[in-house]
């Protein structure tokens, strides 16, 4: 079976500082990997994805997020934050088969302090 | 752009009543999901639906339905509400087939059982 830890409930970093969310995850193949943003009362919206090819990805709003298969691992960075990027961040791992139902971590809430 | 729109962002519904959450997407997608959110739990699959007509249970249906009638359209029911289905409703698609089990969600339901 799928699953995601997302070990961080909470983070709090100053503005301008540097940020990463980690992810775990577990699966029997090669996977989709997921990360989604939701600003408070909104839905989620994706800001990026990896499935193959090159392990460093690209997302939208300047964060990237690098795959690392030996650590079953898909850590969300972003080299300086902005207060508009407190918001909740899933990730999420799916795959092609089963109605491309995704399994998704608990989340992880990030303040950004003036 | 795609977009997924859930018929309303605020409900409040009196215990035992039946309630209907609807939700339609424009994208032709093949498959369709409902979730509720919960602090602290993530997201948790209640249906989902890969095809008119067809659906299967999630991780906690019970106290739920849903109906796929047209492709566009998939709506879940509350058949007797209670004070413990209180939470954010969100309702996702998918089309695997156009490149993976990328989720497009709306913007989220929060109903309030009185």
């Known amino acids: 079976a799928q699953s995601v830890t997302q070990p961080d409930i909470h983070i709090t970093v100053s503005e301008g500082a540097s940020l990463e969310l980690r992810c775990n995850y577990s699966y029997g193949a090669t996977p989709y990997l997921f990360w989604y943003v939701q600003s408070p009362g909104q839905g989620l919206q994706l800001l990026l994805k990896?499935?193959?090819?090159?392990?460093l990805v690209q997302g939208i709003k300047g964060f990237e997020a690098e795959f690392k298969r030996s650590q079953s691992s898909f850590n969300l960075r972003k080299p300086s934050v902005h207060w508009s990027d407190a918001a909740e961040y899933f990730c999420?791992?799916?795959?092609?088969?089963?109605?491309?139902?995704?399994?998704f971590g608990d989340g992880t809430t990030l303040t950004v302090k003036p | 752009d795609v977009k997924v729109t859930q018929s309303s962002r605020y409900l409040v519904k009196r215990t035992g009543e039946k309630v209907f959450l609807e939700c339609v997407q424009d994208?032709?997608?093949?498959?369709m999901f409902w979730y509720r959110q919960d602090p602290g739990l993530g997201l948790r699959l209640i249906y989902f639906s890969y095809d008119v007509k067809m659906k299967e249970k999630g991780d906690i249906p019970e106290g739920y339905s849903v109906s796929r009638e047209k492709k566009e359209r998939f709506s879940l029911i509350l058949e007797s509400a209670s004070t413990n289905q209180t939470s954010m409703y969100l309702c996702a698609s998918t089309n695997p087939g156009q490149g993976g089990p990328e989720a497009f969600f709306g913007q989220g339901t929060r109903l309030t059982v009185v």
């Open positions: 999420a791992v799916g795959a092609n088969t089963n109605a491309g139902k995704s399994t």
């Open positions: 994208m032709d997608h093949e498959n």
């Open positions: 990896y499935f193959s090819g090159d392990t």
